[in-house]
Every structure is written in structure tokens, then in C-alpha cells.
């Protein structure tokens, strides 16, 4: 596997900005992490009252909330076979879709260390030949080399930071796509009827959410010169596939 050689590593999360980066990104970059490490942990969220008697939180413990959340991207962009795929911000979805099916290799990137931790243990033991392992580091560091990929996948997560975080991410992303390939994510939209109730729910569990306008984030997309091919609206979130020109 390919990389840059200057990654994170366990116990270093300190070392995910350099040095004038902004302390800011650094505490959300905490939160989103230890939310996530809890989530795959099976360990329960400390929720207000209020919280635990709406409507969206029930949906939650029930588990038709999920479906609501997910993005599926294979459908505006389904991997090929013997393409080089990236998932940053993966979680375990090597053990969920149907990644054998496609027959595409897996590269994974992810914040959280608890799903780095039963990705890495469980992927090889599914397919050794397409699993390639996940890397412990964060959206805005992708510790590969440039062109390495066909396609690159981030959806779940572009909430929970600004769109001038986003603004590197995407950056970041054009590094390592190869010319012509795919870039699809995903974004909370703010006109959603759940999503102020969605808002609130992960801000007791994550952090601040941030509700950014749909017209912000493609005019971010546009200056990144990020093209929309295809976009999909599903309940909470909005999903682009893009291609850099």
C-alpha cells in the first residue's frame, strides 16, 4: 500500500494539525472521534429528557432512523471491478456492503480507532485479496500518494465540521483521485423536515452540528473546481458525485 509517510499513529492525534492549524478543527476533530468510538463501542449516549421523548429519538432506539442516515452511494457511483476505492470516513462498511460483489479493492480511512480496530481485524478474514486495510487519520489528511485512486467515497460525516474544513478536504481528495475519477459525498440538508430534530440529537452525542445551505456548499464545490455530475436527495442528507476539472 501506497502512502505518504508522515501518518498519525496511535496515542499522536495531536499531530493531525500542524502547527497555526486551528485549535478549533482540533476539538472537532476530538468530538466526532470519541462520538463515533462510543457508537462502535455499544456504550449508551447520556441524553436530557427532553431529547429521549422526541420523536426522532425514538426512531433511533427502534432502528428506523438508520435508513434515514445512510447514503447509498453505490447507487450514483458503484465500484468497478479492480478500481481502487477509498472510503474516508468508512466505519465498518467492508463487513456491510457488498464490496466482494464488486470486486473492487478497499482502502479505508476513518477517525474513529474502534472501527479502524474491528475493520482491520475482520477485513482480511472476508477478502485478504480486496481488503488493503484502514488508516487511523482524519478527512483532511490523506496519507496516500497522489493519483491513487478511481474513486473515493465520504458520507455520514461533513456535518460535524465547516465548510472551510471541507474547503482541504476536498483539496486533499483531488490529490489522490486520478484524472476523470469520482469523488461522491454527502451533505446534511438544512431544508429537510428532520433535520433540525437530527441536529440536536447529534449535538448531544457529537458536538455542534453545522447547518450549512445547500447553495454554500456547491458554491464551495464550484470553487474547488469540483463538477456535479449527479446528486441524489434522500431524507436527511443530500449526495454529489463530482469530478474534478
Given at each position: 500500500?501506497s502512502?505518504?509517510?508522515?501518518?498519525?499513529?496511535?496515542g499522536?492525534?495531536?499531530?493531525?494539525?500542524a502547527?497555526?492549524?486551528?485549535?478549533?478543527?482540533?476539538?472537532?476533530?476530538?468530538?466526532?472521534?470519541?462520538?463515533?468510538?462510543r457508537?462502535?463501542?455499544?456504550?449508551?449516549?447520556?441524553l436530557?429528557?427532553?431529547?429521549?421523548?422526541?420523536?426522532i429519538?425514538?426512531?433511533?432506539?427502534?432502528?428506523t432512523?438508520?435508513?434515514?442516515?445512510?447514503?447509498?452511494?453505490?447507487?450514483?457511483?458503484?465500484?468497478?471491478?479492480?478500481q481502487?476505492?477509498?472510503d474516508?470516513?468508512?466505519?465498518?462498511?467492508?463487513?456491510?456492503?457488498?464490496?466482494?460483489?464488486?470486486?473492487?479493492?478497499?482502502?479505508?480511512?476513518?477517525?474513529?480507532?474502534?472501527?479502524?480496530?474491528?475493520?482491520?481485524?475482520?477485513?482480511?478474514?472476508?477478502?485478504?485479496?480486496?481488503?488493503?486495510?484502514?488508516?487511523?487519520?482524519p478527512?483532511?489528511?490523506?496519507?496516500?500518494?497522489?493519483?491513487q485512486?478511481?474513486?473515493?467515497l465520504?458520507?455520514?460525516?461533513?456535518?460535524?465540521?465547516?465548510i472551510?474544513?471541507?474547503?482541504?478536504?476536498?483539496?486533499?481528495?483531488k490529490?489522490?483521485?486520478?484524472?476523470g475519477?469520482?469523488?461522491?459525498?454527502?451533505?446534511?440538508?438544512?431544508?429537510?423536515?428532520?433535520a433540525?430534530?437530527?441536529?440536536?440529537?447529534?449535538?448531544?452525542?457529537?458536538?455542534?452540528?453545522?447547518?450549512?445551505?445547500?447553495?454554500?456548499?456547491?458554491?464551495?464545490?464550484k470553487?474547488a473546481?469540483?463538477?456535479?455530475?449527479?446528486?441524489?436527495?434522500?431524507?436527511?442528507?443530500?449526495?454529489?458525485?463530482v469530478?474534478?476539472?
Amino acid at each position: 500500500m501506497s502512502k505518504k509517510s508522515d501518518r498519525p499513529v496511535a496515542g499522536q492525534e495531536q499531530t493531525w494539525f500542524a502547527k497555526g492549524k486551528s485549535d478549533s478543527w482540533q476539538v472537532l476533530l476530538s468530538q466526532v472521534a470519541s462520538r463515533f468510538d462510543r457508537e462502535y463501542r455499544g456504550e449508551a449516549f447520556a441524553l436530557p429528557e427532553e431529547v429521549e421523548s422526541m420523536p426522532i429519538f425514538l426512531e433511533s432506539v427502534a432502528g428506523t432512523l438508520q435508513a434515514k442516515t445512510v447514503s447509498p452511494f453505490w447507487k450514483i457511483a458503484k465500484p468497478q471491478k479492480n478500481q481502487r476505492c477509498l472510503d474516508i470516513g468508512c466505519g465498518v462498511s467492508f463487513l456491510i456492503y457488498p464490496w466482494r460483489d464488486w470486486e473492487a479493492y478497499f482502502y479505508g480511512q476513518e477517525i474513529s480507532s474502534a472501527a479502524r480496530d474491528a475493520l482491520n481485524a475482520r477485513g482480511p478474514q472476508l477478502n485478504s485479496k480486496l481488503f488493503k486495510g484502514v488508516e487511523w487519520a482524519p478527512a483532511h489528511q490523506l496519507n496516500y500518494e497522489e493519483a491513487q485512486f478511481d474513486l473515493c467515497l465520504a458520507t455520514g460525516f461533513s456535518c460535524y465540521y465547516p465548510i472551510d474544513y471541507w474547503n482541504i478536504v476536498m483539496g486533499e481528495v483531488k490529490r489522490v483521485l486520478k484524472p476523470g475519477g469520482h469523488f461522491v459525498f454527502d451533505v446534511l440538508n438544512p431544508n429537510s423536515p428532520l433535520a433540525e430534530d437530527w441536529a440536536i440529537l447529534e449535538t448531544y452525542r457529537a458536538g455542534e452540528v453545522f447547518l450549512e445551505t445547500i447553495e454554500d456548499w456547491e458554491k464551495m464545490m464550484k470553487a474547488a473546481g469540483a463538477k456535479v455530475v449527479k446528486k441524489q436527495s434522500g431524507d436527511l442528507f443530500q449526495m454529489y458525485k463530482v469530478q474534478y476539472i
